[in-house]
Each structure stands twice: as structure tokens, then as C-alpha cells.
């Protein structure tokens, strides 16, 4: 819970507005009850002030707890998986790309992908704009340098191993987007059009069939 530093805020009266609009949507706190019921384990509520910095602290301390009940892990001798969290072109560096860093590490010279975009990572910075000299792990926000155009905020991102598996990473995805274009553009009510549409869409899972079969993947993946 939020801004809790704004001027005319009752803490105590919006954390139980909150608490009864979850219970709304079958979200239980624990400040209800901290039993685990039909509707899972009881969520933690925590009244933080980002501009202040009050309760921050606590927020922290819930977070590392609760990771530690839920038992979560995340494996750092993998390539990077995370969020794209923001992405902008700065003066004398090029694209920089906020994200997350959700499983595995990164590092300068590795290969990043996020959509249709991709690069070779030339820097990765903390949130202060300074160089880490290991790696980014899981859970840490990072600086990504290095993309050639700007991915899309929310967009997720992976590190690849070489430029040519980056390459065909991006191809493999272009075609699906492409097919799932064409199979939206069909109308039943144009025959004409329909059975051009529907020849390319053909044309489009035979070339996607091409590609797996030719760097052995599934169609799952």
C-alpha cells in the first residue's frame, strides 16, 4: 500500500478499505487471520511512502520471509529472463533498457532479445547508472545497454549465447506474429479475400514448420 506520506490520509482506514475490496475478490489478509483457507495463504499488506522511505524497511523484511516460506529460487548460472521496464535513447549510449532481472544473469557480451528487438550487451548498470562488473542476478534491476532499437515496456526479454540463436530467436517469432495477423485479418463474409488470406496463412505454418524442423525445436516451445 502506497503514498501513504500524502496530506489527509488515514492509514489505518484505507489498509481496511483495501483489506474488504480483496476479500471482494476472494483475497484474504492477515490482518483477517493468518490461517491458510479455501482462498490460499493470507496476503501481507504493508503501508510504505516511496517518497519518504517509511516502511521500506518492513516491505523488505515481509518479502525476504515470504520468499523464504514459499521456498522460491532462481538459477544464476543460466542466461537472463526478465521484464522490460522501461526503454529510451540516451545521448552518447544508445538505447537504454530498464528491466528486471527475473532468472539467470547477464553480462556485458552477452546476446539480448526482447520482441523483434535485439543487441549485444555493451554495459549493464545498477539503478544508479553505475557499471556492474559481475553479473545482473535474479530479483535485481539493471540497465541494459546495448539493444539497436527500444523494446517495448512490459515486453520480456532473454539472453542468447551466441548473435546467430538471437537471430533465429527473433525470425521464430516474427513468423508467428505474422500468422497470427493473418489467420485476424480473415472474413467469412468475403470468399474471395478469405481463401487468399487463409492460402497465405498456409503459406506462413509451412515456412514456421521449415524453421523448427530445421533447428530441431517443438512447436510448444
Known sequence: MTK???????VAEAQTRIEN????????????????SKYGTPAQIIPVSGLSGENVDQLVEALSLQSEVMDLRADPDVPAEGIIMDARVEKGLGVVASCVVRWGSIARGDYVVSGEHMGKVKAVQNVAGQAIKTRGTPS??????????????????????TMEEATEWIERRRIEREGETTRAEVDPNQAQPEVQVMGKAIQQEAKMDRFLQKHGLDQEQ
Not at 4 to 10: M, R
Not at 25 to 36: A, F, K, L, S
Open 4 to 10: 501513504i506520506d500524502k496530506p489527509g490520509i488515514d
Open 140 to 161: 535485481q534491476p539493471v540497465q541494459i545497454i546495448g539493444f539497436k532499437s527500444a523494446p517495448k515496456a512490459g515486453d520480456p526479454f532473454r539472453c542468447m549465447s
Open 21 to 36: 475490496e480483496l476479500l471482494q475478490e476472494d483475497i484474504v489478509c492477515e490482518t483477517i487471520t493468518n490461517i491458510e
